[in-house]
């Protein structure tokens, strides 16, 4: 808890937030509500957790308001929201991540998956509550997991457009990193657990649990990685005209060829959160405002 913090807020909040401060009945992505409610409130800062109301600009409609949030921009949140447009501007940037195509047409994207080796990795390029990342081993696999997004839009949406990339091998690591749009400061950094069962297999989820601080990202390593994917990220969305302001989150795999991105998501990440927030020691509220 920090010492300026007078009252606290959380929207829509739980039966754990209750207990911390006032929840109140308003969905996450209910965006003009929110904002009325901050007006009404004289909000101070609001502070965006999910990924969908960044994406859809609630940053935006609360600077509009006169008002200051937490977060990056809509154009900003295309890294977590698009993973199309995240690949194109790592490509751009010459931020390592792996080879991949990107489809909007289910029949191309067949086409390309039959002349391609095992195993690959079908994304949708969407948001799908982290859900939207099939590992297939299989040709058979992949046809599935394309079918399903493309034609059963199971992801809805997200799916209309699709990336089919190489399976990268190796072990997987979380850097986030606090940015004001110039300069990045990384996190500690941490390991989440995606797959469903025990043992590390089934089906990828939103995550089942992690820790921090992970040993496999020694502190020249994420200096190294500071340098090569985090502060390029932020310059070349600064250059773009959409300067990147919030929580950074590289998703990578530590693979035999050095460190790859998997994904960027534009917020905390869950579970990270509730493993990285305990080792802070700083005033989280100070570092929101810088």
Known sequence: SSPQ???????PGNGG???????????????????????????????????????AGVVDAIAQAGLRAFGPSAAAARLEGSKAFAKQFMIEEGIPTGMGAIFRDYGAAQAYLRQRETPVVVKASGLAAGKGVSV????????EALRQMMVERVFGPAGDEVLIEDCLVGEEASLLAFCDGRTVAPMWPARDYKRLGDGDVGPNTGGMGGYAPSPYLPPALVEE???????????GMRRRGTPYVGVLYAGLMLTEEGPRVLEFNARFGD????????????????????
């Open 5 to 11: 913090v007078d009252r606290l807020f959380i929207a």
């Open 17 to 55: 937030t209750a207990a911390v401060g006032q929840n109140v009945p308003i969905d996450a992505e209910q965006i003009e509500a929110l904002v009325a409610f901050a007006r009404q409130e004289s909000i101070d800062l609001t502070v965006v957790g999910p990924e969908a109301p960044l994406v």
């Open 136 to 143: 297939c081993s299989t040709r058979q696999e992949a046809e």
């Open 225 to 235: 990685l500071r340098v090569r994917i985090l502060q390029p990220v932020i310059d």
């Open 271 to 290: 579970p990270e959160t509730q493993v990285l927030l305990p080792l802070l020691e700083s005033d989280l509220v100070d570092i929101f405002l810088a």
